[in-house]
């Protein structure tokens, strides 16, 4: 199986502020990565696929990037509504692996 | 618009069954992947089943091999997952999406395992 490691674990930032989460397969699997917004009590939202593709409707303020084993999440000028949960997900070869988790938190 | 609606989660005994239904509309079902994906209360994300468009394929995670069963219908538009012998680690709010890149969600059901 296909090990999916987010880092940080938690993060915290201030409204404005530009961050990146980091995502690494234990073993390549192309492009076939997908980034998730859950915020409490919701069902996930699909913000990126394929690494860099940006899903219909999602803020340009997101973009992804990354190929093989490591990728990454940036959320420029962090807005409110932005301070949530994020998941990687590789869709390269079943089962299909999750990250951990990277709770955006207000600094 | 596309819609995804889970039903037929509650309450059951460890060894029980259940079995979940998500009623999908606004999209082409037969030209679809779905899956399964679960959340433990308070946990990460875990992906349970999928189902090629035609139910040719199915594929499972090991945690639930040959205890769940996943199937459609295509004249009903409507995915299923049969869950059987069923343990108090499967509980979970269960949801249904599309695609292998989980493009919509639905809304969850909540699946208590618990005597």
């Known amino acids: 199986d296909i090990q999916m490691t987010q880092s940080p674990s938690t993060l915290s930032a201030s409204v404005g502020d530009r961050v990146t989460i980091t995502c690494r397969a234990s073993?390549?699997?192309?492009?076939?990565l997908a980034w998730y917004q859950q915020k409490p009590g919701k069902a996930p939202n699909l913000l990126i696929y394929?690494?860099?593709s940006l899903e219909s409707g999602v803020p340009s303020s997101f973009s992804g990037s990354g190929s093989g084993t490591e990728f990454t999440l940036t959320i420029s000028n962090l807005q409110p509504d932005d301070f949530a949960t994020y998941y990687c997900?590789?869709?390269?070869?079943?089962?299909?692996?999750f990250g951990q988790g990277t709770k955006l938190e207000i600094k | 618009e596309v819609q995804l609606l889970e039903s037929g989660g509650g309450l059951v005994q460890p060894g029980g069954s259940l079995r979940l239904s998500c009623a999908a509309s606004?999209?082409?079902?037969?030209?679809?992947?779905l899956s399964w994906v679960r959340q433990a209360p308070g946990k990460g994300l875990e992906w349970v089943s999928i189902?090629?468009?035609?139910?040719?394929?199915?594929y499972y995670a090991d945690s639930v091999k040959g205890r769940f069963t996943i199937s459609r219908d295509n004249s009903k538009n409507t995915l299923y997952l049969q869950m059987n012998s069923l343990r108090a680690e499967d509980t979970a709010i269960y949801y249904c999406?599309?695609?292998?890149?989980?493009?919509?969600w639905g809304q969850g059901a909540l699946v208590t395992v618990s005597s």
């Open positions: 073993q390549s699997i192309s492009k076939w």
């Open positions: 394929d690494a860099s």
């Open positions: 189902i090629t468009g035609s139910a040719n394929n199915t």
């Open positions: 999406t599309r695609r292998t890149s989980f493009d919509q």
């Open positions: 606004g999209f082409t079902f037969s030209n679809y992947v």
């Open positions: 997900q590789q869709y390269n070869s079943y089962p299909v692996t």
